[in-house]
């Protein structure tokens, strides 16, 4: 890393995530900076941009990657938003790495490459650990749910058993309870496209907060193994979401509780009925056209063909199904011209919607 002309001779430093994937041998995203002994002011006069709320972060003037002043929070109410912060120069590196979540997370890299490394990050990196930082983890609830996203996705790591112990303490004084439904889902929703999506559903089970999260799943968490087969299959968040709720009577209530994407819900919803429409056509003997084009048309297939491609995709997680086939059937059906029918049928309703499902049924049988 070398410096520009923005940060000459501010205390700059790399932290958090970048740091970590890099020790692992992997890609960095976005890098996230630090800024050590600066002020607001200082920092508007290099050019940069300030779009921080609660604390002060700006945007670097031209790569317009983020530098976070060095803070200290403290608890001041319940819940993940009651924090105050102290942004001031005298803050150190030291302490603002001592406010983070998980020791891989706290970890800062000078300019010249140098770590810095207080709270032994490197060496649970190497060992493929999750620990917390420290006693201050217990202070905002959304790090139980940082800390299953991240078991998901780094699928060798284990958790510390003090790290597990925590998270139940918390759980249990109630911390969880004040966790608002949209960084739930951001934090689910992420997790579930991770590698192994079941392995955020066994901390969040083992720490009691599946239950005060997304109760809705209880009794129904062996579709972890289903989430994780469709992550290896690269399935879509909304297939992965279908998949996981697929066996709670509850998944309606799950996705209000969640305030989950109208897509997801979707699929969720969808997901049924495609696997009693695919059962009911195996099952219709010599002629199965019938029961395929009840089927296209309870999904909505015609007006939505990639959703229902994408429908079968998830199914496929679940059992044997010819995508291929369903692809000519679907395509045999909306060649069926609708309107043409409807002009030959004098504007009469039912007799057209009678024939064009005439049409259709004759066109999946020669299919």
């Not at 983070?100 to 190497?126: M, S, Y």
């Not at 996203?149 to 112990?165: C, H, I, N």
Request: hydrophobic letters at 45%; charged letters at 30%.
């Amino acid at each position: 890393m070398t410096g520009d002309a923005a940060t000459a001779g501010l205390q700059v430093y790399i932290v958090g995530g970048a740091v970590r994937d890099a020790l692992l041998g992997l890609t960095p995203g976005d890098h996230d900076w630090v800024v050590v002994g600066a002020t607001p002011e200082d920092m508007a006069r290099r050019g940069f941009m300030p779009v921080g709320g609660d604390f002060p972060v700006f945007l670097h003037p031209v790569t317009k990657e983020e530098y976070a002043l060095a803070r200290t929070e403290r608890k001041s109410g319940r819940g993940y938003k009651g924090f105050t912060f102290y942004t001031g120069a005298d803050v150190t590196l030291e302490e603002d790495l001592r406010r983070r979540d998980l020791t891989v997370n706290a970890i800062a890299q000078k300019q010249d490459g140098e770590l810095v490394d207080p709270l032994g990050g490197a060496a649970d990196v190497r060992a493929h650990v999750f620990r917390h930082v420290g006693e201050a983890f217990e202070e905002d609830p959304v790090r139980i749910l940082r800390l299953a996203r991240f078991a998901a996705r780094f699928a060798d790591f284990s958790v510390a058993p003090e790290t597990l112990a925590l998270c139940r303490r918390m759980v249990e004084a109630g911390e969880a309870d004040a966790l608002v439904a949209e960084r739930v889902w951001k934090e689910v929703s992420r997790g579930l496209m991770a590698a192994a999506p079941s392995r955020m559903l066994d901390v969040l089970r083992q720490s009691g907060a599946l239950q005060r999260v997304m109760p809705e799943l209880q009794g129904a968490e062996e579709t972890g193994g289903d989430v994780d087969r469709a992550a290896a299959r690269k399935l879509s968040l909304p297939g992965r979401y279908a998949l996981l709720c697929r066996l709670s009577p509850e998944r309606e209530a799950l996705g209000r509780r969640l305030r989950v994407p109208t897509e997801c819900n979707d699929y969720a919803r969808l997901l049924p009925e495609m696997l009693t429409g695919l059962a009911a056509a195996q099952a219709a003997g010599a002629d199965q056209a019938d029961a395929q084009l009840a089927l296209m048309e309870r999904v909505d297939a015609l007006r939505k063909p990639e959703r229902f491609f994408d429908l079968l995709e998830t199914v496929a997680v679940l059992r044997p199904v010819d995508i291929d086939a369903w692809r000519e059937r679907a395509e045999a059906v909306r060649g069926v011209d609708a309107g043409a029918i409807a002009r030959a049928c004098a504007g009469d309703p039912a007799r057209i919607k009678q024939s064009v499902r005439e049409a259709r049924l004759e066109r999946l049988r020669a299919a």
